[in-house]
């Protein structure tokens, strides 16, 4: 298998005659080719798999004659991951890096590959292989006591969770709205960001309306700084979402980040792995935290708040007399944030049935009912990928805010993380 894999990988340097500046050191560059290789050769088997890929297609093309078994690309990746492992990175911090990126990703990738043979590990152990990094842990008394605040803001007869979703449906998008919204909200977060971080010239992305997703937005990165985003439309859209998608999706979220990433790791060192996102690795942490955290940071304060009643409401056709108390209510309810964790732990390790897992979800993070068996379903696709939204922000926040900085110093740490190889670990030292 090894000589197999050399071999190939010479080929494979050879075809990509036309990739981005070859890595410093010639021996690790080919060491990438093989890393490609073998995820692509994944994709096959999982389509969940490879995110965005803009390398070579002479990889892909390689990938889809070899036809590798899920067997053979473990046996293969453990084969590369020692390789790597043996490398002395000396003083030289970026070599450094590089490698413990491609061994995290490599480690992420046998944990895919048991996944799809059915062999599970308990959902902590499942997250720290794939996503460097464990949630804490919350129990029902946690959540309680902010639906008693909830409660207070919103008294009434029936459940907790009808009230709020009655209240919120107020604020609901109409379809016919969304793309104006969308379009506006998406054009501020994109100035904000601007403001701070120099993007690749060129940049734009598209916007697509869509059904029947388990999520309710996505970015599929398209290489060369382009995006397809897509908005799923299967639910009630309430108008905070706007700015949220804009900025996740976008700017300063993972438009910005995979643009970034492309710039100065694929372009700039010749870092071709990055050329590929494999949305199981610990890459996806950073990705989704910093997309979360990013709405934050591009709308401190009350800007947000502001912005919204004075620009999107209008354009929603939205009446804002109510809009205090909806905020008052978006900032509660964010704070239940957590509880999607525990029913993706708790449905994941065989200790909650499905509906056991969507009626903790209408319970504790007030989730419509016809939602969380969506979220179920999110559960089955992504498995332990929930804590990166939730515990990817609080990282990330930690790691951009450290020292109590100023909103100057935090755009800068923000565009540092967006565009290094650094790993959770970093964000968890620098705490």
Not at 103 to 117: P, S, W, Y
Request: charge should be negative; include cysteine; proline fraction near 5%.
């Amino acid at each position: 298998m090894k000589i197999r894999l050399l071999a190939l990988s010479a080929v494979l340097t050879l075809a990509a005659c036309n990739s981005p500046p070859p890595a410093p050191s010639q021996d690790l560059g080919e060491l990438a080719n093989e890393y490609l290789f073998l995820e692509l050769s994944m994709g096959l088997h999982d389509e969940a798999h490879v995110d965005a890929y803009f390398g070579p297609e002479a990889f892909r093309d390689a990938a889809e004659s070899e036809a590798m078994s899920l067997d053979d690309i473990r046996l293969a990746a453990g084969d590369l991951k020692g390789r790597l492992a043996a490398i002395d990175a000396g003083d030289d911090t970026m070599l450094a890096l590089r490698i413990e990126g491609l061994i995290g990703r490599l480690v992420a990738l046998d944990t895919r590959i048991a996944i799809n043979k059915d062999e599970f590990l308990d959902f902590d152990e499942e997250s720290l292989a794939l996503f460097g990094s464990q949630a804490p842990e919350y129990d029902a008394a946690h959540f309680r006591a902010i639906l008693d605040d909830i409660d207070a803001l919103l008294p009434g007869d029936g459940p907790l969770s009808k009230r709020v979703e009655a209240f919120n449906d107020q604020f609901a998008i109409p379809l016919d709205k969304l793309p104006a919204v969308f379009e506006a909200a998406m054009a501020e977060c994109r100035r904000r960001t601007l403001d701070y971080i120099d993007l690749p010239d060129g940049e734009s992305f598209t916007i697509e309306y869509v059904n029947d997703k388990p999520w309710s937005g996505y970015n599929w990165y398209q290489g060369d700084a382009q995006s397809l985003i897509q908005v799923n439309t299967d639910f009630p859209i309430y108008i905070s979402r706007a700015v949220d998608l804009g900025c996740h999706e976008g700017y300063p979220g993972h438009h910005t980040f995979n643009a970034l990433l492309e710039e100065n790791l694929v372009g700039g060192e010749g870092w071709i792995e990055y050329s590929l996102y494999p949305l199981f690795s610990p890459q996806s942490l950073i990705a989704e935290g910093s997309g979360n955290y990013g709405i934050d940071l591009a709308f401190p304060g009350d800007e947000r708040v502001t912005f919204e009643k004075e620009v999107l409401f209008p354009l929603a056709g939205l009446d804002a007399a109510n809009a205090d108390t909806y905020y008052a209510l978006a900032e509660l309810l964010a704070r239940l944030n957590f509880a999607g964790n525990e029913a993706a732990r708790g449905y994941l390790n065989g200790e909650m049935t499905r509906e056991e897992a969507a009626q903790w979800l209408q319970d504790f993070a007030m989730a419509r009912a016809d939602r969380s068996l969506q979220r179920t379903r999110f559960f089955d696709a992504y498995r332990s990928y929930v804590i990166n939204y939730n515990h990817g922000k609080a990282m990330v926040a930690d790691y951009v805010e450290a020292g109590d900085a100023d909103i100057d110093q935090r755009w800068t740490r923000f565009e540092k993380l967006l565009s290094s190889p650094l790993q959770p670990r970093h964000l968890q030292e620098r705490k």
